[in-house]
């Protein structure tokens, strides 16, 4: 569904919207932050400029995926490219990919409080609870690859500004109070129409905050938002698995929270989707480019394979593999594996792969793509929140509150779909609860969300980010217990900012 918040080019005052800069008037008829924001109009195309932020390039058009699948344990790069070193945890250069990803994240939350710092002009509740959505999701990709103790902004910064560097549990505490705000004001999906898909909805937000209580392992406090979510009637199951990856162009019911991509955007925009050129053929080198796939995934479907006695039609809309019955660009996936840099790891990503825009241009003997310009048109809208997460998070929060025998239908709902059997009788183990039901429902978590940057999460939630899981990733052999569960403040933001202090891992 193409919509409205999809839309940058008639916003001529967006380099203003971050409000991180000093400005001299020099054009009296050149908007500023003094002659906009004059009208509710205008308050709602500000904030239409911080949806657009999160199409960015440096956060869900390209450098999130790069980040949170590199520094997984199912991404890995084995092409001597650019990500070589940075998915072995050696962060040589500090700005390379943490600048960007630091300012396009602050660029949401500035945006979102040029928006939120003006709530007593306008009655606009609505929307400043979507802006308050806005500022915490900002907040939580930057807390997930640098930490907590980072720049701490509360409002509209200007140009001479230095905020201080956040202590422990201050962002925490920032986007829960923001979340808690904000769910009262939200209206639930059914009460957008359908031109508004992809603005935040009551249940984007609860689902939010219940990840943010589930990082601080507040299971107590996550289960009444997953229930919530899951009662609300709002959200269901696809028919079909594969149809969240590809672009169709309605309404996604499964889509908690999506951000909005527009199909055969002018590439100069950021309004093209080039997660799928990551993953795959921007480099040259098919599904074995910048970021390609670890073995943890076949091992996750061979496992379920071996138990169930039938393979995961989830498979092959995962990951393109030597088994697939799917091609990939045109190719089989036995063929792609023979390009495989590392015949140890012979598996790529097919989720998002924008078969849909790619179609077959791939050379017959190499699989290079022939035609980049068909890549720039890449328009699938990028979920953020699934409701499938939504039922396998609920069923991990069960578990931890002692109430196991209720979590196994949670898990079904998602199986049922990918035409698994039960998840007790396939894992009778799992029934007895503790952490056999957790190692189990991790699992469950690669077979349905692998790919969507949420294993990077799972690792830190249950303690797994560290040295000892080489056993499902070789990269995290270098990885150095106590430094490399943060990356390192960007050089340039300690320069220009006194105030902020270097983490563990500078």
Not at 377 to 384: C, F, H, K, L, S
Request: proline fraction near 3%; charge should be negative.
């Amino acid at each position: 569904m193409k919509t409205i918040y999809k839309y940058i080019g008639s916003l001529g005052f967006m380099l203003i919207i971050s409000g991180c800069y000093d400005l001299e008037q020099v054009n009296p008829n050149q908007l500023t932050e003094d002659t906009f924001f004059l009208n509710e109009t205008q308050m709602r195309e500000a904030a239409f400029a911080t949806y657009d932020q999160l199409q960015s390039l440096n956060v869900y058009g390209q450098d999130l995926h790069i980040i949170f699948s590199a520094l997984s344990d199912e991404g890995t790069n084995e092409q001597p490219f650019e990500f070589n070193e940075f998915a072995r945890f050696i962060f040589s250069d500090t700005d390379a990919i943490g600048n960007p990803f630091w300012v396009a994240n602050y660029a949401v939350i500035g945006r979102a409080y040029q928006v939120l710092d003006r709530e007593a002009e306008f009655d606009l509740p609505g929307l400043y609870g979507e802006m308050r959505f806005m500022v915490a999701l900002g907040y939580f990709n930057l807390v997930g690859y640098f930490g907590e103790n980072i720049a701490l902004v509360e409002g509209i910064q200007g140009g001479l500004d230095r905020p201080q560097t956040a202590e422990d549990g201050e962002i925490y505490a920032l986007m829960e109070d923001l979340l808690l705000l904000a769910i009262p004001d939200l209206p639930f999906a059914s009460e957008y129409a359908s031109e508004d898909y992809g603005r935040v909805t009551k249940g984007a937000a609860q689902t939010l905050l219940a990840k943010i209580y589930l990082q601080q392992q507040r299971f107590q406090d996550a289960e009444p938002l997953l229930s919530a979510v899951i009662n609300s009637g709002e959200y269901g199951l696809l028919p079909n698995f594969e149809d969240n990856f590809t672009e169709l162009g309605l309404v996604n019911q499964e889509a908690v929270f999506v951000v909005n991509f527009l199909e055969d955007g002018n590439a100069g925009n950021t309004d093209v989707h080039r997660r799928h050129q990551i993953f795959a053929i921007a480099e040259e080198a098919g599904a074995f480019g910048d970021i390609q796939a670890t073995n943890l995934m076949l091992n996750a479907f061979n496992a379920e394979e071996a138990a169930s006695g039938s393979k995961d039609s989830r498979m092959d809309h995962t990951i393109i593999h030597p088994d697939s019955d799917l091609t990939y660009y045109g190719l089989s996936g036995e063929t792609w594996a023979s390009f495989a840099p590392n015949q140890e790891l012979v598996t790529g990503f097919m989720k998002y792969s924008e078969q849909d825009a790619v179609g077959n241009n791939v050379d017959p003997v190499s699989g290079n793509a022939t035609n980049f310009a068909v890549l720039e048109d890449g328009g699938t809208d990028y979920i953020v929140l699934r409701y499938a997460d939504v039922l396998l998070l609920y069923a991990e929060v069960l578990n931890e509150l002692g109430r196991t025998g209720e979590a196994g239908q949670f898990v079904d709902q998602v199986r049922t779909r990918a035409g698994r059997p039960g998840f007790f009788d396939t894992y009778p183990a799992a029934a007895g609860g503790g952490q056999a039901f957790v190692d189990q429902i991790m699992t469950e978590r690669i077979l349905e969300l692998a790919g969507e940057n949420w294993r990077f999460f799972d690792l830190k939630r249950r303690g797994m980010y560290n040295s000892a899981n080489q056993v499902n990733d070789a990269n995290f052999a270098t990885f150095t217990d106590g430094q490399d569960e943060v990356a390192p403040i960007p050089q340039t933001q300690l320069d220009i900012n006194e105030n902020l202090r270097p983490n563990q891992a500078n």
